[in-house]
C-alpha cells in the first residue's frame, strides 16, 4: 500500500473563512510534507515534518498553519487566504526525509 | 545554479522512443528521482536511482545519470498515449534538513 489520501478534493473558500486540508497514510512513514503547486509550474516545498516535529517552514505565510496530530496525519489550517493562494495542495510522506516521497492526489483550493 | 533544469517541451511519434533530460544542482543527493503528473493529479513515482548507479532499467524506463555532469535522463521505449504527461525530476537536496526538490517539468505529448 503506497497510498496518500488528501481530503477534500475540491475546496472553495472565502477570504475570511476557516478551512482545513487533511492527509493520512498508513505506511509508517516518519516524514510528512506540503506542497503547492501552481497550474504549470513544479511543487513547490511549504513544510515537512520529520517524527511529528516541525523540521522545515519554507518561509511560508502564518495564514497557513501545519499540524501533525500523530504519525498518520496531517493537516493544514488555512485562515484568511488570498485569491493568490488558489492552486493545487500537494501532501506527501516518506520512510525518512531522504527517501522517496509517494504523494497524495492533492486538494484544489479555490479563494473567492 | 540553483534550480533543478529541464526543457518545458517533447513532442514525439507514437512507438518511438522519448528521452527526458534534466540538470540537477546538488552533488551529495543521494537519489535521484522522476515523477509522472497527469491532468488535475497527484504524482505518481516513476522510478528512481541511488548516486553510485549509472544505470537503471526497469520495463520500459531507463534512467541514466552522469555525476559528474549531474545530468539525469529518462528514457521510454515504445512510447504510448497513455505516457503523456508532465515528468518532473528530483532531487534531495541538504541544507540544515534534507527536502526534495523538483524540476520545471517536461511536457511530454505524443503524435500518432
Known amino acids: 500500500d503506497t497510498e496518500v489520501t488528501q481530503t477534500p478534493k475540491h475546496l472553495v473558500m472565502g477570504m475570511t473563512n476557516k478551512k482545513s486540508l487533511k492527509c493520512e497514510q498508513h505506511m509508517g512513514h516518519r516524514a510528512m510534507y506540503w506542497y503547492k503547486q501552481k497550474a504549470k509550474k513544479p511543487p513547490e516545498l511549504m513544510f515537512v515534518?520529520?517524527?511529528?516535529?516541525?523540521?522545515i517552514n519554507e518561509s511560508v505565510p502564518s495564514r497557513f498553519s501545519p499540524e501533525c496530530p500523530n504519525s498518520s496525519l496531517l493537516n493544514l489550517h488555512l485562515h484568511a487566504l488570498q485569491p493568490e493562494d488558489s492552486a493545487l495542495y500537494l501532501c506527501?510522506?516518506?520512510?525518512?526525509?531522504?527517501?522517496?516521497?509517494?504523494f497524495g492526489q492533492g486538494t484544489r483550493l479555490t479563494v473567492v | 545554479g540553483e534550480d533543478v533544469e529541464q526543457s518545458l517541451f517533447l513532442s514525439v511519434r507514437e512507438g518511438d522512443s522519448s528521452v527526458i533530460n534534466c540538470t540537477y544542482t546538488d552533488s551529495s543527493s543521494t537519489y535521484l528521482y522522476w515523477y509522472k503528473q497527469e491532468p488535475g493529479a497527484g504524482l505518481q513515482l516513476l522510478t528512481y536511482i541511488f548516486s553510485n548507479m549509472d544505470m537503471k532499467q526497469d520495463q520500459r524506463l531507463t534512467v541514466l545519470l552522469n555525476k559528474k555532469d549531474k545530468h539525469l535522463s529518462l528514457r521510454i521505449a515504445d512510447t504510448q498515449t497513455g505516457d503523456s504527461a508532465i515528468y518532473f525530476c528530483?532531487?534531495?537536496?541538504?541544507?540544515?534538513?534534507?527536502?526534495?526538490?523538483f524540476g520545471s517539468g517536461t511536457r511530454l505529448s505524443i503524435r500518432p
Open positions: 528530483a532531487e534531495i537536496r541538504y541544507s540544515s534538513a534534507s527536502k526534495i526538490i
Open positions: 506527501a510522506s516518506s520512510q525518512e526525509t531522504n527517501t522517496e516521497a509517494f
Open positions: 515534518y520529520s517524527y511529528e516535529k516541525l523540521s
